[in-house]
């Protein structure tokens, strides 16, 4: 059997079926943006982990080691603020085509990496060091916890929920554009940022959490279709997405407006957002619209989950509803 037919999530729910947890205390193993470990009355540990592949997630000639090592450790604090965890510490491996990596790149890449961990109060504890022959590879594992009864799973999504984005969808997906066309266009900083060195929503994420909010969340690391699609899935619901709510940022829309023929496929499609989806009963509208307020930070209002909807479907600017494929980003299918 080839890898390309069972694609990336076929791989992952194959293995998963093969070796379920056993141990009770292990609340969540393969399925969710983190492991859910129950060690002690009232206290929970979360773990993730996520690999940067040089040629695959980043390439040397659109980034340097300051920005890569600051997307290494948000890419894997993005799945604890997606349980609603309190992220703590996290090892480092890395595989180094000694050749070619200077040691002023692995500084930059240290002092990246360590920037966003004193922003989030998160600790290197340690890793591994190998030589990595052709290309540079990055591990991160974090380690993170949370309280007895506030961790927020994929799985929770109930019908008649509220569907909510946190941020801005396909600015990373255009930024990466951008950087593979040359294009450095004044007054698209942002938009490149968005792309190189994403902000994990850390802070949003505890704090829904806290409150008790969503009733299902998972981060958009793979595009929005594709990540609703995992929590829809989880959730045994449908949902509908209006196309027309979708929240996209100025500088995004400017350039859309110009040069883009499909801003909406980008926002729908586009990965690496790293911004959080969640579900909500409709009586947390207005908590939601408060904690906005208060992150002076949009959380917007994208559709509806619902049981008498199959899969995902959209309705478009005419008011149409339409079924899409919540296809995104598969590393057996698309590279
Ligand atoms: P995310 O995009 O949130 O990082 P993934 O899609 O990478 O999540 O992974 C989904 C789930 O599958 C997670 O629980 C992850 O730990 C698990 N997983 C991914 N790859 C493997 C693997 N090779 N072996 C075991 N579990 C895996
Ligand atoms: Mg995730």
Not at 11 to 24: E, S, W
Not at 48 to 60: A, K, P, R, V, W
Not at 298 to 303: A, V
Request: some cysteine; overall charge neutral.
């Amino acid at each position: 059997m080839k890898l390309s037919d069972l694609g990336e999530f076929g791989f992952i729910d194959r293995i998963a079926r093969k070796y379920p947890t056993k141990n009770p205390s292990i609340l969540k193993g393969i399925g969710d943006d983190s492991a859910v470990i129950s060690l002690s009355k009232g206290l929970i540990v979360l773990l993730s982990t996520d690999q940067l592949i040089e040629g695959f997630h980043f390439n040397l000639e659109i980034t340097d080691g300051w920005k890569l090592g600051w997307k290494s450790l948000a890419v894997n604090l993005s799945d604890i603020a997606a349980m609603g965890g309190v992220p703590i510490g996290f090892c480092l491996s890395l595989g180094i085509p000694s050749q070619r990596i200077s040691i002023e790149f692995l500084d930059d890449f240290y002092k990246g990496i360590t920037s966003l961990g004193e922003r989030t109060g998160v600790e290197l504890l340690g890793g591994d060091t190998s030589e990595g022959g052709e290309r540079l590879t990055i591990s991160v594992s974090v380690l993170g916890k949370a309280s007895q009864g506030k961790v927020i799973y994929r799985q929770g999504g109930k019908d008649g929920d509220n569907l909510y984005v946190t941020g801005y969808l396909g600015d990373a997906a255009l930024g990466l554009k951008l950087l593979k066309k040359g294009v450095y266009k004044k007054g698209m900083e942002n938009i490149i940022n968005r792309h190189l060195c994403p902000e994990p929503r850390t802070r949003t994420g505890q704090l829904l959490a806290e409150r008790g909010i969503p009733n299902a969340m998972i981060d958009i690391s793979d595009g929005l279709l594709a990540d609703l699609n995992h929590l829809v899935n989880q959730s045994g619901v449908g949902a509908e997405v209006d196309l027309c709510l979708l929240p996209l940022s100025t500088e995004f829309r400017a350039w859309a407006a110009v040069y883009e023929p499909n801003p909406i496929n980008l926002a729908l499609r586009g990965g690496e957002d790293y911004e959080l989806l969640f579900s909500a009963s409709p009586e947390k509208s207005e908590e939601v619209d408060r904690l906005s307020k208060e992150l002076s930070y949009p959380i917007t209002y994208i559709g509806k989950l619902s049981r008498k909807i199959k899969g995902i479907v959209v309705k478009d600017e005419k008011r149409k509803i339409k079924e899409v494929q919540p296809l995104g980003f598969d590393h057996f299918r698309d590279g």
